[in-house]
Structure formats: structure tokens, C-alpha cells
């Protein structure tokens, strides 16, 4: 309280979390700002993410833009703009900043030079439905282990955000059943190594971004996710041999036993734990 006897309203401090993940060498930020400002700078990266709480003023391309909760934010490398709080309670934002060559290589490819910078003459844009898209992928990223999962999700976000406000990424009609099935086979042979969506591309000679696609029309789920039901299928192998939890974990690619059982529950419907001991003792075991 003040000395007028009023209550005095306590910001909130600023708080961020920062890191890197190998895919395309990309950085992801989660932070509220309230104090920070950030002088006019630029990045060699773009810029992609997510306003979703509070406001933000932006100086971009010689004007100024507002940011609210559902506003979309892309900037392109090497422009110059700034950030500082437009409310009293700062402002929350998702980011990932991404390598331009990698995403010309892997999102835009064939249709660009390798040096290509497209240019988001806006870079802030209210768009409730992609912006809830790019929080829950954000999400999804920073839980995941998987570098298949990663640049899958990664791929597909950017190729949406560029779909939408950039360069249009084409579909391309081929139905391509027999690279599904080779990219199938590298996926059983190596179900419990940790394979790349480049490696995967080279098999069959496809970027990334078209191989995801076909890959999701031909067998309904993408690679990563018919990789983890491979692991799953293997490990459920192992249990009723008899093997311990944390053995079938490692010997199926997964970092320890509770890594893989938050993925045995999603899919078996049961914990690895349970399904062993129904499946070794012969008893019949009711979950509900």
C-alpha cells in the first residue's frame, strides 16, 4: 500500500527458458516479460512463435505493431526490430528461432536457392487457430526425446506457417507406395535407433516435408509415430519373455522404463508393469 492508501500492484518478474534441440539446430524460448526490454536488434534466424498472454510492442519495417494473446509472430533474419511490454502485466510468448538454410533445404525445398530469405512484411497477425497450433507443437517439442518426433512436428508447423502467411508448399500427387514400404522396412530393421527424417529422405530420395505427407497418407500415421509402435510391439515381445521393465526399455531405444511407459499406457491401454505380469502369470487381469 501507498501512502495514498492504495494497494500498489506487484508485477511479476520476468522469467525465460531457454534451449536447443539438434534438429536443424533450432532454439525454443518460453518466457513472461515484464521488465525486459529489448533494444532494436535483428536475428540470423527467423523468428516464429506465439504471443499468449499480456501485450507486446513491436517495432518492425518502420512501423508499429501490437501483439495480444492469439497473435501469430513471424519475423524474417536480419530485420531489425524491437520488444517491450504494452500492459502492465508484461507479455508471454512461445518462440522458435530457426536456421533459414535448413528450413530452405527442408520445408521449402526445390523451390528456393539455398540462401533464400523470405519477408514477413508483417510480423505480427491476430490467428486464434494457428497460434493455439503453434503453443500445443511448442509443447510437444519440448516433451519429446524423439529427434524423429521433433523434426516431424517441426517441419509440418513451419510448412503451415509459411503455407499460411509465406511461400505456398505444395502438395504433390503420387500415391509413392513403395518408398512408404522401404521407409517401413529401415523403421522394423532400426525400430530402437534413433533415426533422422534426412536419413529417411535420402533412402527414397524425398525432402522431408513430402515424405511426412506421403508417408501419412499411405500408412495414416507419420514415421516417427509407426516407429514408436514398432519399439511398443517389440517391447511387448520382451515383457512376456520375462524381461524386466527397464532391460526391454533399452534393448527397444527408449531412455529409461518411464519413458517408454508413458507410451506403452497411450498405446496397450495398460502399464508395462501390468501387461508383464498378466502376460507371464497366464491370469486374467481386469483394469478399469
Known amino acids: 500500500m501507498n501512502n495514498d492508501g492504495h494497494d500498489l500492484i506487484q508485477k511479476p518478474q520476468d522469467f525465460s527458458q531457454f534451449w536447443r534441440i539438434p534438429e536443424g539446430d533450432s532454439e525454443l524460448l518460453v518466457a513472461h516479460y515484464n521488465q525486459q526490454t529489448f533494444g532494436r536488434h535483428s536475428h540470423d534466424r527467423y523468428a516464429i512463435g506465439v504471443i499468449s498472454g499480456g501485450a507486446e510492442k513491436l517495432f518492425y519495417r518502420g512501423g508499429h505493431w501490437y501483439g495480444t494473446p492469439g497473435s501469430v509472430v513471424a519475423i524474417t533474419p536480419t530485420e531489425i526490430h524491437d520488444g517491450v511490454a504494452a500492459d502492465e502485466q508484461g507479455w508471454r510468448y512461445q518462440m522458435i528461432y530457426v536456421d533459414p538454410t535448413w528450413l530452405n533445404e527442408k520445408v521449402l525445398h526445390g523451390q528456393v536457392s539455398a540462401d533464400y530469405l523470405h ?48 511461400l505456398p508448399v505444395p502438395e504433390k500427387d503420387a500415391s509413392e507406395r513403395e518408398a512408404v514400404r522401404r521407409v517401413k522396412q529401415r523403421l522394423d530393421l532400426d525400430f530402437d535407433k534413433d533415426v533422422t527424417l534426412t536419413e529417411l529422405g535420402a533412402l527414397v530420395n524425398m525432402d522431408p516435408l513430402y515424405l511426412i505427407r506421403v508417408f501419412r497418407k499411405e500408412a495414416g500415421i507419420s514415421p516417427h509415430s509407426y516407429q514408436l509402435q514398432r519399439r511398443i510391439a517389440r517391447a511387448q515381445q520382451f515383457l512376456r519373455m520375462g524381461m524386466s521393465i527397464a532391460n526391454a526399455a533399452y534393448a527397444c531405444g527408449f531412455y529409461d522404463q518411464s519413458h517408454m511407459a508413458r507410451f506403452f499406457k497411450k498405446i496397450v491401454g495398460v502399464t508395462p508393469g501390468a501387461f508383464r505380469d498378466g502376460a507371464t502369470s497366464g491370469r486374467l487381469i481386469v483394469f478399469g
Open 119 to 166: 519477408l514477413f512484411r508483417q510480423p505480427l497477425r491476430q490467428d486464434p487457430e494457428l497460434a493455439w497450433e503453434i503453443q500445443y507443437r511448442h509443447r510437444m517439442i519440448q516433451r519429446s526425446s524423439l529427434s524423429l518426433e521433433r523434426e516431424t512436428i517441426l517441419i509440418e508447423l513451419l510448412a503451415k506457417v509459411f503455407g499460411r502467411y509465406g
